[in-house]
C-alpha cells in the first residue's frame, strides 16, 4: 500500500492483506453462506487540511473503513448473486458508504474506484458448497421431472373425467328418454282403455297372447272331433 503521507494517491489491496490476516477475507453473506472477498480500494485526497489534521493513521482509517463496509453490503446480499449479477452494484454500494463515513470522520479523502476481484467460497468448504449445488441441480432436475410427468398425467385425467362425464351425462339422458317414453306411452294407453274399457281389454289381451305364442310350435286341433284319436294340423311340420 503507497503510504498518503508522501502521495495524494492510496491504495488499499485486501488480497495482499489476506496474505498476513486471511481472517479479513471471509465475510459471512445475507443467506449465512462464508465468502473469501478479494476487493481492491483506490483513494486520493481531496482536503490536504483535513487529511493531516482531522485523522492519525489515514491508511488504517481506509483500510478499516473499507473492511467494515464490505463486511456491512455482503452481509446484506445474496452468495449467489454477489458472484453473478450484483457485482458492480456491490462495488458501487460500498464506495458510498465508505465515502459517506469518511466525510463524516472529515477525513479530507475521496473514495473513487472500488473493484471486487474475486468473490469464491474458502478453500476448505468448497467440496461441500459444489456438494450442495450438485444437490441443488439434482433437485431442480426432480423437480422438473416431477412437472413434467404431471403435466402429462393430469391432462389425461382430466381428459378421462371428462370422457366419464359426459358418458354418464349421455346415459341419464337416454334413460330419462326412455322412462318419458314409457311414461307417455302407458299414458297413451291408458286413455285409451278408459275411452273404450272391452276394446282395450281385449287388444291387450291379443297382443299379450301374440307375444307369448309368437316364438312356440303351434298345433292346430279340430274341437269338433271325437273322442279318441284326436285329428290335428302339424303346422310345424309343414313348414319343414
Do not use: C
Not at 294407453?189 to 276394446?199: C, T
Amino acid at each position: 500500500m503507497q503510504s498518503p503521507a508522501y502521495n495524494s494517491f492510496g491504495r488499499y489491496d485486501a488480497d495482499q492483506q489476506s496474505s498476513t490476516r486471511p481472517s479479513e477475507s471471509l465475510m459471512i453473506t445475507g443467506d449465512t453462506n462464508i465468502a473469501d472477498v478479494s476487493f481492491v480500494v483506490q483513494w486520493r485526497i481531496k482536503n490536504s487540511f483535513e487529511f493531516l489534521f482531522n485523522i492519525t493513521n489515514p491508511v488504517e482509517t481506509v483500510k478499516s473503513v473499507a473492511e467494515s463496509s464490505m463486511r456491512e453490503v455482503i452481509g446484506k446480499s445474496m452468495f449467489a448473486e454477489s458472484m453473478t449479477t450484483k457485482r458492480n452494484q456491490i462495488e458501487q454500494e460500498v464506495r458510498d458508504l465508505m465515502q459517506h463515513t469518511l466525510d463524516d470522520y472529515k477525513a479530507g479523502i475521496e473514495i473513487y474506484i472500488v473493484n471486487l476481484n474475486d468473490f469464491q467460497n474458502p478453500a476448505p468448504v468448497m467440496p461441500a458448497f459444489l456438494d450442495v449445488e450438485t444437490a441443488k441441480q439434482d433437485r431442480e432436475t426432480s423437480i422438473n421431472k416431477a412437472k413434467s410427468y404431471e403435466n402429462s398425467v393430469v391432462p389425461k385425467a382430466r381428459g378421462e373425467a371428462r370422457k366419464l362425464i359426459q358418458e354418464a351425462e349421455a346415459y341419464k339422458q337416454e334413460v330419462v328418454s326412455i322412462a318419458k317414453g314409457n311414461v307417455a306411452r302407458f299414458t297413451s294407453v291408458y286413455d285409451e282403455y278408459v275411452k273404450a274399457k272391452d276394446v282395450t281389454k281385449k287388444r291387450m289381451y291379443l297382443d299379450t297372447m301374440h307375444n307369448i305364442y309368437m316364438n312356440t310350435s303351434k298345433i292346430v286341433i279340430d274341437g269338433k272331433a271325437g273322442n279318441g284319436v284326436v285329428p290335428y294340423l302339424p303346422l310345424e311340420r309343414l313348414k319343414k
